[in-house]
């Protein structure tokens, strides 16, 4: 991905089980000093998905690393930045609090 051009990447989920799930997916940004340069413009994330049984989708995510990325000296050495996602069964009527509100 070149900084400032946005990019399309899809992730694969499968609900491997007989019985539906609903879950919620967070992301994690390595090398972490990278993180503040990644900027997703659409995501699936913090979002509840439902997966039926056996069911396997592809969720997108649309993002872009900011330009100013290639002009920080602490980024010089980096040429990889991964981007992953955990996955995890969410409580039955329970909704995630919006990060930074009460």
Do not use: H, W
Not at 19 to 34: L, M
Not at 57 to 68: A, G, K, L, S, T
Not at 72 to 93: R, W
Request: charge should be negative; aromatic fraction near 16%; include cysteine.
């Amino acid at each position: 991905v070149v900084p400032g051009e946005t990019a399309l990447a899809f992730y694969k989920a499968k609900n491997p089980t007989d019985k539906p799930i609903i879950g919620i997916s967070t992301y994690n940004v390595i090398p972490f000093e990278a993180g503040q340069y990644f900027n997703k413009i659409q995501c699936f994330c913090f979002e509840e998905q439902r997966l039926n049984p056996q069911e396997e989708v592809d969720m997108p995510v649309f993002f872009y690393i900011d330009p100013e990325f290639v002009e920080d000296p602490k980024m010089a050495k980096v040429d990889l930045i991964t981007l992953s996602y955990t996955f995890f069964e969410a409580k039955e009527g329970q909704k995630l609090p919006l990060p930074g509100y009460q």
